[in-house]
């Protein structure tokens, strides 16, 4: 029973320390601990030991906690020969394959990780139907697997399914709220059904919270898997990004208020796709809304609000806005130097860029002279991420007729990118 408190991330890469994390196991519950009921196959059921599934199974997860991997291996293994005898469509069988997924992918074992995962996979799927949104998740979590280990074309289909999921849970969202409002209307007009509205009210309440907080849920799934695929070349992978952007989007602005600080992530996460694909009129009101909604709920000095202030004053200067754009990043700035906060080293840079757009290059030198010192100060001296912003430095050294200073810059940046 991994959980994310419990798993030994000290040990593991970022990378896969967020796939573990992402693959968080069924929650093992009072009603899994013992054996389930099950109207057929009652034979194949009396031989199956719930209690002895479930001891070997706690005793993988300690083992693994305790980084001793071979005895959690051996005892996931016995859990899942144990779980075997239940009926195929057991979910405790997903969750022993699971299990030895997540240990595999621990140990730098990602074949052998894919083969459990994708058999987990199957027996959710199986349990539970192709539309459950259990399974939809799971199956988000695969992709973001194959993704991460250059399994491309198996994460495509998923995504795919994924985002036909997302589309189809906003339309029906939408569908049935259509309804209920339409029998409301209905109602007025027929008063002698008054006993047959008290009840649709009823139904209508507990349906639409029902769906409200599973469209939460899958706006977050859907942005994950969006942010997944979003950097990857081709028109087909940034169709689907979009796709992904534009249902989690829905969904929220369905669920949330208006002011809410989640929907502000769905409107960034749509307005960066577009911005980076040049769509700067379709990105400019998501990315001002965005950092409105940050600006009104986080407030201005919280980093999410900066970074909007930095996304919407870019679709600023890309819309010939610079004189807007510039007062937005020296309204950042004014407030950061007065409460003596660190500077966003990309906020900083960027800055810099537009002050050299117009001109202002004796000014932007000193920008990035401090998003430099900030950048080395994080990462090191030798980052990749430095490389980038010593060019952009170098050009601005360039035009303030620095040319030795620019070389110098110009030659690290060279040996950082090898």
């Known amino acids: ?19 573990l994390l992402s693959f968080g196991p069924i929650n093992l519950g009072p009603a899994l601990a013992e054996p389930q009921t099950f109207t057929a196959d009652q034979a194949t059921e009396a031989v199956f030991d719930g209690a002895k599934w479930a001891k070997l199974t706690k005793a993988g997860s300690n083992a693994f906690i305790n980084s001793n991997f071979a005895a959690a291996e051996r005892n996931f293994k016995e859990a899942l020969e144990e779980v075997k005898l239940a009926p195929a469509n057991d979910l405790r069988i997903a969750e022993s394959l699971n299990n030895l997924g997540v240990l595999y992918v621990a140990r730098a074992q990602a074949p052998k990780a894919e083969s459990y995962f994708e058999k987990a996979a199957r027996v959710r799927e199986a349990a539970l139907g192709s539309g459950d949104k259990d399974v939809i998740a799971g199956q988000s979590k695969l992709a973001q697997f194959y993704l991460t280990y250059g399994k491309r074309d198996k994460a495509m289909l998923l995504i795919i399914k994924i985002a036909d999921y997302g589309d189809s849970e906003a339309r029906h969202l939408n569908e049935v709220a259509t309804s209920f409002k339409k029998l409301s209307a209905y109602y007025q007009t027929h008063r002698k059904l008054e006993e047959a509205e008290i009840g649709v009210k009823q139904a209508e309440e507990k349906t639409l919270s029902e769906m409200k907080a599973q469209a939460v849920e899958t706006a977050v799934m859907l942005d994950a898997v969006g942010n997944a695929v979003k950097d990857i070349s081709g028109e087909k992978t940034a169709a ?18 208006s002011e809410h600080a989640a929907l502000a992530s769905s409107l960034e996460n749509l307005g960066r796709l577009y911005l980076n694909q040049g769509r700067t009129a379709q990105a400019e009101p998501l990315l001002k809304r965005a950092y409105e909604i940050s600006l009104a709920t986080l407030g201005e000095g919280r980093r999410e609000t900066q970074m909007r202030l930095d996304y919407y ?25 007065k409460g003596a906060k660190k500077n966003s080293p990309d906020l900083l840079a960027n800055f810099a860029a537009l ?18 010192k900030i950048q080395e100060s994080l990462n090191g001296p030798q980052h990749v991420s430095l490389a980038t912003l010593l060019e952009g430095y170098a050009y601005a050294l360039n035009k303030c007729n620095r040319g030795a200073e620019a070389q110098k810059c110009l030659a690290r940046a060279k040996s950082i990118r090898g």
């Open 1 to 19: 029973m991994l959980t994310p408190q419990n798993r030994p991330k000290a040990m593991l890469s970022a990378a896969t320390a967020a796939l």
């Open 240 to 257: 689907l990004a979009e796709r992904l952007f534009k249902s989690a989007l829905a969904l929220r602005q369905k669920t949330l208020s």
């Open 313 to 337: 004053a870019q679709v600023c200067t890309a819309l010939n806005r610079a004189g807007e754009a510039e007062a937005l990043y020296r309204k950042v700035l004014d407030s950061q130097e």
């Open 355 to 372: 002050l050299v757009k117009q001109g202002k290059c004796a000014e932007a030198v000193r920008y990035y002279a401090r998003a430099l």
